[in-house]
């Protein structure tokens, strides 16, 4: 398989010969207002330009949508996106939302979805914990998922999507053992300072839990609640000895599996 | 008060002296597909184009938006209305969706919200009845609100918005006792032929329910999931014999009360 980092939460894979956009933000820098009840929201998003044309990243066979908040599903990419496109949902509602935009080949994703032969397991997500997850943020915040990737000819990929640490990650870990896990860690918070995705304790949490996994730092220096750089991120790893299974891609950048 | 029909469920409504603009759908002719799940899908929205320039319909003091369906609160009203214009919503979620898109002027409307001396008072609507109301129909149908307006100097308003008859317009039609009632009459229908807002008997309903009140029929000939037409409306009526007290406006039709 190959991974390509794009920017924020948005990826290319490459998975068993077909090609898959991930969680698509395909907006110029700036474009968005700086998402309301956030930390850091006097900033425009995307914090940065694409690293490469748009026209290459929505050369695919299909798009995954992990849930439709703007850093994961903008403007550009209901725009710029072929109409007849296959795009994966994580429930009817979220495709209803997509189909609004035009597209008419969805797919809801479940326990066991097969495309040519690749079997992608929705799994679950948790976007914040505790209190957070009720009243007003519980709406806002929604329902999120992960996608496990798998194939008689690749390794196991899990797209752990916008989470926190917690039990669901575990069980997900321990059912399906993947060989590599994407884990957006840019320890996003939402006001006061609530973490709504993974920062350096939930990395940790699975880099035990996955001892013999690969992982991946996404969703990095993009999106302005996010509280984590990679800058910091790979000091994280080098004080705490974890550099040998921890990847910190800059936007563009590829890695083969 | 002075009405103006500007096309499907977006008014412009000057009362006591402040300007509002309700329900902003801006784009032109046919920049959105047909809605899923609808009747008549395959024709896209808006129907017919404004009868007016976008400058004079966002001139206004506050922005109500209803709820935020693609037809009340769209593209183009979040790219020209002023981010500093005050834009009321229903909900604190609303709101959120709203600040989502640059406004920060936002404001939650409750039983008796005080605007310059004007009362807004939020009323209860149903998208649609029964069964329809549960599982995804619920979610997409979502939630929705009317307003009344009072104002010592002016008749009573009461904008339905989008709701079929049901006790909770009986008893906003009882407790507040409208002068004008404006209700969203269009009969659209989601698949397979449910109808998610008023149609001709919803119409009768308030007309015998309100006997001293002017109707005004709005939401017409607009987007695709509307069964019924101006044209069949006013023959109803005039069959009926309810021409005397219920408006039908074309687009950019004014009215003064």
Not at 234 to 250: H, I, K, N, Q, S
Request: glycine content about 8%; proline content about 7%.
């Amino acid at each position: 398989m190959q991974f390509r980092q794009i920017r924020s939460a948005t990826l290319n894979i490459e998975y068993a010969g077909k090609r898959f956009l991930i969680d698509p933000m395909l907006d110029p820098k700036g474009a968005q207002p700086g998402y309301p009840a956030t930390v850091n929201s006097h900033l425009d998003n995307p914090l940065v330009d694409l690293p490469c044309a748009i026209e290459e990243v929505i050369d695919v066979d299909a798009v995954i949508v992990t849930h439709t908040h703007p850093d994961h599903w903008d403007e550009t990419a209901r725009k710029r996106i072929p109409k007849d496109l296959l795009v994966f949902a994580q429930t009817p509602y979220d495709e209803w939302q997509i189909q609004l935009a035009g597209f008419r080949n969805t797919r809801v994703l479940d326990g066991a979805t097969d495309f040519a032969g690749i079997t992608l397991s929705k799994t679950p997500g948790q976007h914040g914990r505790g209190a957070l997850l009720e009243g007003l943020y519980g709406q806002i915040l929604g329902d999120v998922c992960g996608v496990v990737f798998r194939h008689p000819d690749e390794k196991t990929l899990y797209l752990a999507g916008d989470t926190v640490w917690y039990e669901g990650v575990a069980e997900t870990l321990a059912n399906y053992q993947p060989d590599v896990i994407i884990l957006n860690s840019a320890d996003a918070r939402v006001l006061p300072d609530e973490p709504i995705i993974m920062g350096t304790e939930d990395v940790r949490e699975v880099y035990r839990a996955a001892p013999g996994a690969t992982l991946i730092a996404s969703h990095m220096d993009a999106v302005n609640p996010g509280t984590l750089s990679r800058a910091a991120l790979r000091r994280f790893l080098d004080d705490e000895g974890m550099t040998d299974r921890v990847l910190v891609p800059e936007d563009g950048e590829r890695y083969t599996f």
